[in-house]
């Protein structure tokens, strides 16, 4: 079928279009061919174009193949580094002045560090070949309106074809291999870093998952002290109920006898993101609603309670005492010190976890058990029993 398309009105052109050819006569046609009808087609007139290295094999040329390449194995072996410190290095929090806290301080720069460079060098590289081998080309272009036709499609996918083949990339051999190199190991570490947080699984530990247990809970029947941070992580300052006027509140955190005398374990203790307490003394006479099976945690007028915002993770450190209520300044959710920390304002939607205390025969605070529920921030597993 013999047709030809029509200009828009107003947009007049010089050149007369060609025949356009059918689809399947495209098909038959040689690259060059299609690519330059794909140029008439489009109104687009080559006024210039000359072939960056037209005699092949000269060592300018082999020199500028392995300055491409060696952008294209910089990102391949950023790649690898950030695979293998996505995988293998320490990124297990470790508190500030622990052994351990130097790699770990690192992770982070690191893994961000080797995938920035793989993603750079990537992109320099493929600048690069376009720069030093696609042919320098002048063109101008009539414009015109609507979508491309089917056989128009087909002629540029030619052109682009063909603008590969100017470059030589057929026998680019070096080039071919570090590009391929280079987005095949960056594919792979995307792939990896998409998957492996599925991989880990934190509930492999059952009952004894870290997300369920906390510093609080008492091993071998070591009895577990709340332990105030006096400025010195090595002095241990135990709470007695006398310590703390009422309608007043204070930071605890867990403390062990066999962990006197041990800066490294001392230091650990004051730096759980999961142990932090309020100790809150409420003012004598305050009617309190009790959570369901936690009637005996408290100690007479003391009451413990997560420090970690159940919303998102904040210390809710503000306790106002004529009120009652615990606030979290992150996003202002508000807690009932007298109603088992329960949520009565903002986002946050489950109660701070209590902990269960007493006073033990040498008249210091202890905790009786661990938390009953994870603390922290919401995660699907989660059940809220009132
Ligand atoms: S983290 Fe506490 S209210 Fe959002």
Same mark, same amino acid.
């Given at each position: 079928?013999?047709?030809?398309?029509?200009?828009?009105?107003?947009?007049?052109?010089? /050149?007369? /279009?060609?025949?356009?050819?059918?689809?399947?006569?495209?098909?038959?046609?040689?690259?060059?061919?299609?690519?330059?009808?794909?140029?008439?087609?489009?109104?687009?007139?080559?006024? /210039?174009?000359?072939?960056?290295?037209?005699?092949?094999?000269?060592?300018?040329?082999?020199?500028?193949?392995?300055?491409?390449?060696?952008?294209?194995?910089?990102?391949?072996? $950023?790649?690898?580094?950030?695979?293998?410190?996505?995988?293998?290095?320490?990124?297990?929090?470790? !508190?500030?002045?622990?052994?351990?806290?130097?790699?770990?301080?690192?992770?982070?720069?690191?893994?961000?560090?080797?995938?920035?460079?793989?993603?750079?060098?990537?992109?320099?590289?493929?600048?690069?070949?376009?720069?030093?081998?696609?042919?320098?080309?002048? $063109?101008?272009?009539?414009? /015109?309106?609507?979508?491309?036709?089917?056989?128009?499609?087909?002629?540029?996918? !030619?052109?682009?074809?063909?603008?590969?083949?100017?470059?030589?990339?057929?026998?680019?051999?070096?080039?071919?291999?570090?590009?391929?190199?280079?987005?095949?190991?960056?594919?792979?570490?995307?792939?990896?870093?998409?998957?492996?947080?599925?991989?880990?699984?934190?509930?492999?530990?059952?009952?004894? $998952?870290?997300?369920?247990?906390? !510093?609080?809970?008492?091993?071998?029947?070591?009895?577990?002290?709340?332990?105030?941070?006096?400025?010195?992580?090595?002095?241990?300052?135990?709470?007695r109920p006398e310590d703390q006027e009422p309608g007043s509140m204070e930071t605890v955190f867990p403390f062990r006898e066999s962990e006197r005398g041990n800066a490294e374990a001392l230091i650990a203790g004051l730096s759980g993101s999961d142990t932090p307490v309020m100790l809150i003394r409420l003012r004598p006479g305050q009617p309190v609603v009790q959570r369901a099976g936690?009637?005996?945690?408290?100690?007479?007028?003391?009451?413990a309670y997560s420090k970690i915002c159940t919303h998102l993770g904040c210390p809710t450190s503000l306790y106002e005492a004529q009120t009652n209520r615990i606030l979290c300044p992150c996003h202002q959710t508000q807690f009932l010190a007298t109603e088992y920390a329960k949520p009565i304002f903002g986002p946050g939607t489950r109660p701070l976890p209590q902990l269960p205390i007493?006073?033990?025969?040498?008249?210091?605070?202890?905790?009786?058990?661990?938390?009953?529920? !994870?603390?922290?921030?919401?995660?699907?597993?989660?059940?809220?029993?009132?």
């Amino acid at each position: 079928m013999n047709t030809s398309r029509q200009d828009p009105p107003g947009l007049g052109t010089e /050149h007369p /279009h060609p025949r356009v050819p059918t689809p399947a006569e495209v098909e038959e046609m040689p690259i060059e061919d299609a690519a330059r009808l794909a140029t008439e087609l489009d109104d687009v007139q080559v006024l /210039h174009n000359q072939r960056k290295w037209p005699v092949p094999g000269t060592r300018a040329e082999k020199r500028a193949e392995r300055s491409v390449a060696l952008w294209f194995v910089i990102s391949a072996l $950023s790649g690898l580094a950030f695979l293998a410190s996505f995988l293998f290095w320490p990124y297990q929090y470790v !508190a500030p002045g622990a052994p351990g806290y130097g790699l770990y301080a690192l992770y982070t720069p690191i893994v961000g560090g080797t995938f920035g460079l793989a993603v750079l060098a990537l992109g320099i590289g493929v600048i690069a070949y376009v720069k030093r081998f696609f042919p320098d080309e002048v $063109s101008v272009q009539q414009r /015109h309106d609507g979508a491309s036709d089917e056989v128009a499609r087909r002629t540029v996918v !030619a052109q682009l074809v063909k603008a590969g083949t100017d470059t030589g990339i057929a026998r680019r051999t070096v080039i071919k291999r570090a590009a391929g190199a280079a987005a095949g190991v960056f594919g792979l570490a995307l792939g990896i870093a998409a998957i492996a947080p599925l991989v880990r699984n934190p509930w492999k530990l059952g009952p004894d $998952s870290p997300l369920w247990v906390t !510093a609080w809970r008492p091993i071998g029947g070591e009895t577990v002290y709340l332990r105030r941070d006096t400025g010195d992580p090595t002095e241990v300052s135990l709470v007695r109920p006398e310590d703390q006027e009422p309608g007043s509140m204070e930071t605890v955190f867990p403390f062990r006898e066999s962990e006197r005398g041990n800066a490294e374990a001392l230091i650990a203790g004051l730096s759980g993101s999961d142990t932090p307490v309020m100790l809150i003394r409420l003012r004598p006479g305050q009617p309190v609603v009790q959570r369901a099976g936690q009637e005996n945690f408290h100690f007479g007028d003391y009451y413990a309670y997560s420090k970690i915002c159940t919303h998102l993770g904040c210390p809710t450190s503000l306790y106002e005492a004529q009120t009652n209520r615990i606030l979290c300044p992150c996003h202002q959710t508000q807690f009932l010190a007298t109603e088992y920390a329960k949520p009565i304002f903002g986002p946050g939607t489950r109660p701070l976890p209590q902990l269960p205390i007493t006073v033990n025969s040498e008249g210091y605070l202890v905790a009786t058990g661990d938390f009953r529920e !994870a603390v922290g921030p919401a995660f699907w597993e989660r059940r809220y029993t009132p």
